[in-house]
């Protein structure tokens, strides 16, 4: 049995916890020790108003189990103000959950610019506001566990959430180098695409009672807990978890065909040679851009 997992004297900053995943987040590093800076906005599902509420239950739920926390109440797209919070409440910021988010969904042909910044805003811009105002304290104390939320929304696209999906994979991109920027500094960050009940996936209803208790939120936290763990060394990677099913996910790509480089290359030579270039026997899965960048060397004879 693997001792358990403490976060004590670490500061947590978790976005959007005033329910969903976020509140299960919050709840389970409180209980672990961890003080936690309980953000929400307290909006509807779809961005629209504010309130205090969502973030002061969740802290009075930590509190009342005998942890410590502090609620906050600025948007994401205010993140320096939330990294300030916790450092004036607790003085240093060990973890971040970016977890807030809102939807509007809607098929690519009807939706307005509005619903493609709103999402941006929310969960691309705050999950760099937050995480650009804390990186220079994390650097300062050599040390950081930070989690991005994705979807496979954004992994594997989703009708009528283009601008969900893009700013979901966004996410994992801006994890991907964040981790290589942050490794030296001890500050490893790594990303999830969750699947829980919640406000947000009311529409999966017709999953049926049984699919939809299972996808309990509950089910999720201990996945992020342990990517917030000072013992846990992985970096820039990335899970699929829910219900209590967890994942690693990586890229992979096939062999790939060298066209020759004597002549000219044309959409034929594309053409001919499709069935190799879209052929996964063999297939590789480049871990670096400097790994990416090895067939073509490789193939180039350089
Ligand atoms: P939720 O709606 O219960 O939680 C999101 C929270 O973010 C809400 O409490 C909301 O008030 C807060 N929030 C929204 N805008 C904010 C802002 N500007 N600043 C601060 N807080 C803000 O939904 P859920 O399901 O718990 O989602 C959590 C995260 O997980 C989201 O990023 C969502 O996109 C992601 N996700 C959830 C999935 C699921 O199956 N529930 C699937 C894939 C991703």
């Known amino acids: 049995m693997t001792d358990q997992l403490r976060y004590d004297g670490r500061v947590a900053i978790v976005t959007g916890a005033g329910g969903g995943l976020g509140r299960q987040y919050a709840l389970l590093l409180a209980s672990r020790g961890a003080q936690v800076v309980v953000n929400d906005l307290g909006g509807s599902v779809t961005g629209g108003g504010a309130s205090p509420r969502a973030a002061d239950l969740v802290v009075e739920e930590i509190t009342a189990a005998g942890g410590e926390a502090v609620a906050n109440y600025d948007s994401v797209e205010d993140g320096d103000k939330i990294v300030q919070h916790?450092?004036?409440?607790?003085?240093?910021?060990?973890?971040?959950?970016?977890?807030?988010?809102?939807?509007?969904?809607?098929?690519?042909?009807?939706?307005?610019?509005?619903?493609?910044?709103?999402?941006y805003r929310v969960h691309l811009f705050g999950a760099f506001k937050v995480t650009h105002a804390a990186w220079p304290h994390m650097r300062q104390n050599g040390y950081g566990r930070i989690v991005m939320t994705s979807s496979s929304s954004g992994i594997y696209g989703n009708f009528g959430q283009a601008n969900y999906g893009a700013?979901?994979?966004?996410?994992?991109?801006?994890?991907?180098?964040?981790?290589?920027?942050?490794?030296?500094?001890?500050?490893?960050?790594?990303?999830?695409?969750?699947?829980?009940?919640?406000?947000?996936?009311?529409?999966?209803?017709?999953?049926?009672?049984?699919?939809?208790?299972?996808?309990?939120?509950?089910?999720?936290?201990?996945?992020?807990?342990?990517?917030?763990?000072?013992?846990?060394?992985?970096?820039?990677?990335?899970?699929?978890?829910?219900?209590?099913?967890?994942?690693?996910?990586?890229?992979?790509?096939?062999?790939?065909?060298?066209?020759?480089?004597?002549?000219?290359?044309?959409?034929?030579?594309?053409?001919?040679?499709?069935?190799?270039?879209t052929d996964f026997t063999d297939s590789t899965r480049p871990k670096t851009s400097a790994d990416a960048f090895m067939s073509l060397q490789k193939n180039l004879g350089t």
């Not at 994992?172 to 180098?177: D, E, I």
């Not at 920027?181 to 999966?204: C, F, H």
């Not at 820039?236 to 066209?259: C, H, N, P, S």
């Open 86 to 119: 916790a450092l004036d409440a607790y003085g240093r910021i060990d973890i971040i959950v970016n977890n807030a988010g809102i939807l509007r969904d809607r098929t690519f042909h009807k939706m307005s610019q509005d619903d493609w910044d709103a999402v």
């Open 167 to 277: 700013m979901k994979l966004g996410l994992m991109g801006l994890a991907n180098t964040l981790a290589l920027e942050g490794a030296k500094y001890d500050i490893q960050v790594n990303t999830i695409a969750p699947i829980a009940k919640s406000r947000m996936t009311e529409g999966l209803g017709y999953l049926g009672p049984e699919v939809m208790d299972a996808l309990d939120p509950v089910r999720v936290a201990p996945l992020v807990a342990y990517l917030c763990h000072e013992s846990c060394q992985e970096n820039g990677k990335k899970y699929e978890v829910g219900g209590g099913w967890m994942a690693e996910v990586r890229w992979e790509r096939t062999q790939g065909v060298m066209l020759p480089l004597s002549h000219a290359i044309t959409p034929e030579d594309v053409a001919s040679k499709w069935d190799e270039i």
